[in-house]
């Protein structure tokens, strides 16, 4: 293999300016794959992930291509997931490239995301070559849009101008990539230095590990470490994607492919871990190695307990693939047996949750997302609480720590006054404010990981019509006044329905989440008062009345297809209900707290 002729690349785009559309075309101009074989967005393989329009897993095909000057060269092209709960895999993917094409709508033009994606490139070092897409559109403004790129900072003379969906520039893209990014550097006789990237687990398989080689090479029999882990394993195979899995003899510095190597479990595999020669070892691992850590945990609860069992079995399968996701057992006086999940992020709980609905076929509820808090008791002990049930009674605190992160807000000045607003409104501190350029802020926040996990990303995005980006960071645990609220229904306290706020907006949230119970908890045969309690202290009420009607009674005995909706939208309700007492409570109930105003 001559490394001059090998690029490393990425696509990074603002949401549905046609990324995977380019990708697929690249695919195809490069025979890399049939038209008629293309199955639409390749690269996003899960369903899931499909219909949501977000790349979880990152994933790398090989292209081989003639250039203009006549030589054949191996492209990489290495995807992207594109959430801020996986910015740290994108970090990775990216280090595993020397160059990016950024997309641009040429009706759409520079947006949020594109902002954001442009300094993980550079932070990267990546070449960046503009591509403005979608030119067929009637709306499209390529000039317009190249004037954006110059506030932006990079040369519009540089911009491909393309239609994906039509094929037009396609073959420009590609000689824009072997021209304008360089090939990778490092020394094939070295020892072994190779950058995961991604892992997947495949039940036939075991896990496949997915990565940049950076120095040396890696071949079948050799004996590696994951340098973090510690773990050494025999290499079975190596091989490229092309896009199926194609092995190959050994993989060399520059070069990207995959791994199987008996590894059982992806926590032996993790994203940003170097893999090396166990009795060649390179002196020392690729910087930036981060453990992936649960930031989010929340309840898990099967509707119907038998399921108990299945539930975790389908935990630890998504496990075998997710070596982010935690569980452990729980359980709840209000509703039994369950696991207590953990989570990077918001979206990565509900595409957890998702899964084990979709495809283990299970009815769950799940509790309000929570932090995890460090309780300082009277006696001295810490204690970690993940689950506001847990908390001890006040009397027995001294005081109580929660997590806080530095808040990274990009978004253009006209929103600086709705984005500080929202940050001030979540308990932020204000850090730091710098104009990136005559249009664009970058704002710094210290808030409570508690704040951004109850739905602070979707706000932003609301507050600025969705030109906000944001990415955190842990910073580390500080003091506040913490109150723990415990939520009455019918005079019995249900844990699984409390939750931990700040001092000073409890008596607030103690209004809006009893509004909010109130209209999500249906009416029962009898009179049904729901609190919200500090200690004691009754601090909110309101009262569910006692059911009058019954549904059918508002279809006049007429229309029977209408009749047999209702019943089936009414078994459906039913589902995700949970008896607790002497009262029945649905799912969307133990989630109110992240719908109230
Ligand atoms: P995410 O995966 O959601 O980030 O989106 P993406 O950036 O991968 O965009 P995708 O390729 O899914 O394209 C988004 C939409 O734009 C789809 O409906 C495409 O068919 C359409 N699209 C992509 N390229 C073009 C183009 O050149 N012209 C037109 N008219 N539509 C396009």
């Known amino acids: 293999v001559n490394q001059d002729r090998i690029i490393n690349f990425c696509i990074i785009a603002h949401v549905d300016h046609g990324k995977s559309t380019l990708a697929d075309r690249l695919l195809e101009y490069t025979d890399t794959i049939e038209e008629r074989d293309m199955e639409e967005q390749l690269l996003d393989t899960m369903e899931l992930e499909r219909e949501r329009g977000i790349t979880i897993k990152a994933q790398a ?55 954001a994606n442009i300094y993980l490139a550079l932070e990267a070092d990546l070449e960046i070559i503009p591509v403005i897409n979608k030119i067929d559109l009637d709306s499209a403004r390529p000039d317009l849009v190249k004037e954006e790129l110059i506030d932006i900072g990079i040369d519009p003379d540089e911009a491909i101008l393309t239609s994906a969906k039509e094929g037009v520039g396609i073959g420009e893209v590609l000689d824009a990539v072997v021209e304008r990014v360089s090939s990778p550097a490092g020394d094939i006789d070295r020892p072994l230095k190779a950058l995961i990237f991604d892992s997947v687990y495949d039940p036939y398989q075991g896990v496949i590990a997915y990565y940049r080689v950076v120095e040396g090479s890696i071949e079948p029999g050799m004996e590696i470490e994951m340098m973090a882990t510690e773990k050494t394993f025999e290499v079975e195979e190596v091989g490229i994607f092309t896009p199926n899995m194609e092995s190959v003899d050994r993989l060399v510095a520059g070069e990207v492919g995959y791994v199987i190597a008996g590894i059982k479990d992806v926590k032996h595999s993790r994203v940003g871990d170097t893999i090396t020669e166990a009795n060649n070892p390179t002196d020392e691992p690729l910087p930036g190695y981060q453990k992936a850590k649960p930031m989010v945990y929340c309840g898990l609860y099967p509707v119907e307990g038998a399921d108990y069992d299945l539930l975790r079995d389908a935990l630890e399968k998504l496990q075998l ?36 609905e979709r495809e283990y076929d299970l009815d769950l509820i799940t509790t309000a997302p929570s932090v995890v808090y460090k309780v300082h008791k009277e006696d001295g002990e810490v204690l970690e609480i993940e689950n506001p049930a847990k908390m001890p009674e006040p009397q027995e605190i001294d005081f109580i720590e929660e997590p806080f992160v ?20 979540r308990r932020g501190e204000f850090e730091d404010m710098q104009y990136l350029d005559e249009t664009r802020v970058k704002l710094v926040y210290e808030l409570p990981l508690s704040e951004i996990i109850l739905d602070f990303f979707d706000q932003l995005k609301s507050a600025t019509r969705g030109y906000a980006t944001l990415d955190y960071e842990f910073v580390g645990y500080r003091e506040a006044d913490l109150v723990k609220l415990n939520i009455l229904v019918n005079k019995d306290p249900i844990d699984a329905l409390s939750c931990i706020v700040h001092e000073d907006n409890a008596y607030e949230i103690g209004q809006s989440l009893t509004r909010k119970l109130k209209e999500f908890i249906p009416e029962q045969m009898f009179e049904v008062p729901v609190q919200a309690a500090i200690g004691n202290n009754v601090i909110a009420r309101q009262t569910i009345r006692a059911k009058r009607k019954n549904v059918l009674q508002k279809c006049y005995g007429g229309d029977v297809s209408r009749k047999r909706k209702l019943l089936e939208k009414q078994k459906e309700g039913k589902k995700r209900m949970k008896q607790v007492g002497s009262v029945e409570i649905p799912q969307e109930a133990f989630m109110a707290i992240l719908s109230i105003d």
Request: with cysteine; aromatic share 8%.
């Open 321 to 356: 693939n997710d070596a982010a996701l935690t569980f452990e057992p729980e359980t709840s006086e209000a509703l039994g047996f369950g696991y207590r999940g953990g989570f990077l992020g918001l979206l990565h709980m509900e595409i957890i949750q998702e899964r084990l």
């Open 61 to 115: 095909v090989r292209m081989n291509y003639e250039a203009d000057d006549g030589q054949n060269y191996i492209l990489n092209l290495i995807d992207t997931p594109g959430h801020v709960d996986f910015n740290y895999e994108v970090s990775r993917s990216l280090e595993a490239c020397e160059g990016a094409l950024l997309v641009i709508d040429a009706a759409q033009g520079v947006e949020a995301q594109t902002l």
């Open 406 to 425: 530095e808040a990274t807000i990009m978004l253009p000045d006209d929103y600086v006054g709705d984005g500080m607003e929202l940050a001030q409104d």
